[in-house]
């Protein structure tokens, strides 16, 4: 286990680094904590030289602006190049799709049902309570041949049960030693060899 210290023996820990050398003395004290973030921008010690305005100043700015776009339009004047993609390279979900407009769809008018009549609805509440005849008549045929298989079930069980009371010696005549030594158990202070 290590102490304070990270097993650098007794006493106070080494500096890693050495003080004089940030300018700090040994006994000196250190500078406070700051407790403000430092400034974004580091103070100007000169201060910009406003534009010149008025007419001269406009006019120079004019000239400049125009000069800029004279020597942009010259031969010369050379323009990054636009790199051409390869999109061949590129999985289909990364190509640019060019969607081309798709022409006015004509939507088409499905004829509407005529309202049911009464007639259509007695049919339709006939036909649901044939349904639930025949869904009752099922289920209680599905109960009956529950039951039968119960019925098998037990009469398994019964003949299972017989066929144990039948076999029953070699369950009894099994000894597993429990019963050896019974009768130290008055006097539990006896140690058992």
Do not use: C
Request: proline share 8%; no cysteine.
């Amino acid at each position: 286990m290590t102490s304070r210290g990270g097993s650098r023996g007794r006493g106070r820990g080494q500096l890693t680094f050495n003080m004089e050398a940030v300018g700090i003395g040994k006994g000196d004290a250190l500078p406070p904590p700051t407790l403000q973030p430092s400034p974004l921008f580091p103070p100007l010690e000169f201060r910009p030289v406003p534009l010149p305005s008025g007419e001269e100043g406009e006019y120079v700015l004019a000239l400049k602006q125009e000069l800029r776009g004279a020597m942009r339009q010259l031969p010369y004047f050379i323009r990054p190049a636009v790199p051409k993609r390869d999109w061949r390279r590129l999985p289909r979900e990364l190509k640019i799709r060019v969607r081309k407009l798709q022409k006015e769809r004509t939507t088409i008018l499905l004829p509407k049902r005529p309202a049911k009549t009464t007639e259509d609805k007695e049919e339709t509440i006939q036909k649901l309570e044939t349904l639930e005849k025949k869904e009752e008549e099922v289920t209680s045929e599905e109960d009956e041949e529950k039951e039968e298989e119960e019925k098998e079930e037990e009469e398994e069980e019964e003949y299972d049960e017989e066929h144990e009371e039948e076999t029953d010696y070699i369950m009894s005549y099994f000894d597993n030693g429990e019963d050896f030594g019974g009768d130290s158990d008055d006097n539990m202070d006896e140690a058992i060899y």
